[in-house]
């Protein structure tokens, strides 16, 4: 039956082909009433008891307010720009004012961790909020998603215990939770997550009572430099005015100091005793450790979408550099929790760095020295290419391009404290037609910086239009010998053949791998790869699975798995099957048309409406709460 609803649904579609959409074979070409009523009777049909009046809020909204509008012709668009320009918001992912829900809130009490770890008595009595009584807890908690355990047949056991929404997997009758010996021990003594932060770092971080050594001394020598150059200014001043000599014979002679590239001055006070192997590699810019970037497939630091999770899911198709999302410096001085999560690193991830973003240099040189010490990290990227307002109007990311002087006082104040290479993430400027990214990179090279990426566009230019890699050309040029990877566009083993003909060391993906992970893969076997929806659904629990072991895999981990998830298929949506193209490889710029897939769930992969990502959602973890609700962060607007 569903094979003839889909075959009916594709005969009535007349498509007519439209400039910037992606080309598709007629036979799976449909229209979006046929598509969304075929999707909708089949999701009914096999859940059966579902009816209307259970509908959750999410199946009665009308679609074509959960997705981006179809593109229009140039006539249309001139009579409907008014309205698009009201309505923009609707269509569009909100980083601001988003309606959202604490995964905490998912469930009205929990269970105390005095039950959960064995500790004994609660040490706050009758004032704790949580449940002590276990069968109590069990009456209220949600129903179990599945009957198998990821974390207990993993690892051996479930340290969430009674709490986990697998826990029928690992509970006797009596309420114990079981355990797997030899799995345990397998994994006893390693270390599967480095980079978090300990609740003594935390707790002094606070109180400010953290040393920053080398970046004090760096910091000093900033402003002795600073009223050298002032006190030379004013003494210049003076002599002009005092002299008697004509003013084209006097010769100024050049005091000002270059600012320290690395530490390779004497020491303030005077030391005694041998010279060590540590004051030697200190004392050596040459020493600091080294990374092999060339030819290197690097997935690109994705706000929200780069966690741990995914990263894991791109390092099993093959990418060979990864970066923790965005970090603000000032955060992480303050000892967030939340910030830090975002430095966290899995073992599988060998090459493995930390991006971080800040507009003053002596803060982002004190965060430099706090991830030096108390970090495991390959390298640390600074974000000059963020093109957020929230960043860019106080100085950061983008900012930073038009502040060469703050830039490199903190290029070079990272450097000093840091063991390992400093990197820079920019774009080829702020206003779209004045590339300034050329003049930066012939300054960054005398700065001390290990490597750049450029992305091919402008702050202005967000993403409406393709990135420039004729301009990345010139820059890789001028970069020599500093490794420079090019960043833009690539979402085929084609294009990245295209982007290495341009003399970059490397290529950074981003929204390809959101789009297709499997892209590292199909670059480094130079092929395109059809991948069926069943695959696609066993990479997407694969995420799952990793969410629920780093998150949790109680109803709070759960819940903030769904949110990371969803977030993953707004994009992920856009994919469209290598078998299903008229013309091959898809343009990361043109937007899929309405179509068919070859089975059920390929249709409901293609879909971009908002509930339909839900439905996915809820094959891998379970029903949404009755109060569940979201927006996503991105959407598809780049296609218009």
């Known amino acids: 039956m569903m094979e003839a609803s889909a075959k009916d649904a594709t005969e009535t579609a007349t498509h007519v082909a439209v400039k910037g959409e992606a080309a598709i074979k007629q036979e799976f070409i449909t229209t979006k009433d046929a598509f969304h009523g075929f999707l909708d009777s089949e999701w009914q049909g096999s859940k059966g008891e579902k009816s209307a009046e259970n509908e959750t809020p999410q199946e009665k909204k009308d679609p074509s307010v959960d997705e981006p509008e179809c593109k229009k012709s140039k006539l249309d668009h001139e009579d409907v720009k008014k309205t698009e320009k009201r309505d923009k918001k609707r269509f569009r992912g909100q980083n601001k004012s988003r309606p959202h829900i604490k995964p905490t809130t998912y469930e009205e009490k929990r269970l105390c961790l005095s039950v959960i770890q064995k500790n004994g008595e609660c040490k706050f009595g009758d004032k704790c909020i949580f449940y002590h009584d276990v069968a109590e807890y069990l009456a209220n908690k949600p129903a179990d998603i599945g009957e198998r355990c990821y974390l207990y047949d993993t690892f051996g056991k479930c340290e969430y215990g009674l709490a986990c929404r697998f826990a029928t997997a690992h509970t006797t009758a009596d309420f114990k939770t079981m355990e797997k010996a030899e799995l345990v021990k397998a994994y006893e003594g390693r270390t599967l997550v480095k980079n978090s932060l300990s609740k003594d770092l935390q707790y002094r971080l606070r109180k400010r009572s953290v040393t920053f050594k080398k970046s ?285 003909e341009t003399g970059v060391s490397g290529i950074m993906i981003a929204r390809g791998a959101l789009i297709k992970p499997w892209i590292f893969t199909e670059i480094k076997e130079s092929r395109h790869w059809d991948v069926s929806s069943s695959e696609r659904l066993d990479i997407l629990r694969d995420f799952t699975n990793f969410g629920l072991e780093h998150w949790g895999s109680d109803t709070r981990g759960v819940e903030k798995t769904r949110n990371f998830l969803l977030e993953w298929l707004s994009f992920m949506c856009r994919y469209i099957p290598v078998g299903l193209l008229e013309r091959v490889p898809q343009k990361i710029n043109e937007r899929p048309p309405y179509y068919m897939g070859r089975n059920y769930l390929e249709s409901l992969m293609a879909s971009q409406n908002v509930d339909d990502w839900i439905r996915i959602s809820e094959m891998l973890l379970g029903p949404v709460p009755k109060n569940f609700n979201f927006l996503p962060k991105h959407k598809a607007n780049s296609y218009k």
Request: net charge negative; proline share 5%; aromatic share 6%.
């Open 216 to 500: 004090e001394e760096y910091l000093k020598m900033l402003s002795d430099n600073k009223d050298k150059k002032e006190q030379q200014s004013n003494g210049d001043v003076c002599t002009a005015e005092v002299s008697a000599e004509p003013k084209e014979e006097i010769q100024h002679v050049s005091t000002e100091e270059s600012l320290p590239t690395c530490p390779d001055i004497q020491p303030p006070v005077k030391t005694v005793g041998p010279l060590t192997d540590a004051d030697v590699i200190k004392l050596r810019p040459c020493e600091k450790k080294k990374v092999d970037f060339k030819d290197k497939l690097y997935l690109a630091p994705l706000t929200t979408c780069g966690n741990l999770p995914f990263r894991r899911v791109c390092k099993r198709f093959g990418a060979d550099i990864t970066c923790g999302e965005m970090a603000m410096c000032t955060n992480l001085l303050q000892g967030h929790q939340s910030e830090w999560a975002l430095l966290k690193r899995h073992e599988s991830e060998d090459l493995f760095g930390v991006q971080v973003e800040g507009c003053f240099p002596d803060t982002m040189t004190r965060c430099a020295e706090l991830i030096n010490n108390y970090t495991d990290v390959d390298f640390v990227d600074i974000n000059s290419g963020c093109p957020i307002d929230l960043v860019y109007k106080k100085g950061g990311g983008c900012g930073l391009m038009t502040r060469t002087r703050k830039f490199e006082q903190i290029i070079k104040g990272m450097n000093y404290v840091l063991d390992v290479p400093v990197t820079v993430k920019i774009r080829t400027g702020v206003q779209e037609k004045s590339n300034i990214a050329h003049k930066l990179i012939g300054e960054m090279k005398n700065w001390g910086v290990s490597m750049v990426t450029l992305h091919g566009r402008s702050r202005e230019q967000r993403y409406t239009k393709l990135a420039d890699w004729d301009y990345i050309s010139t820059c890789a040029k001028l970069a020599d010998p500093v490794p420079l990877f090019g960043n833009g566009d690539i979402l085929s083993y084609e294009d990245a053949v295209k982007a290495k």
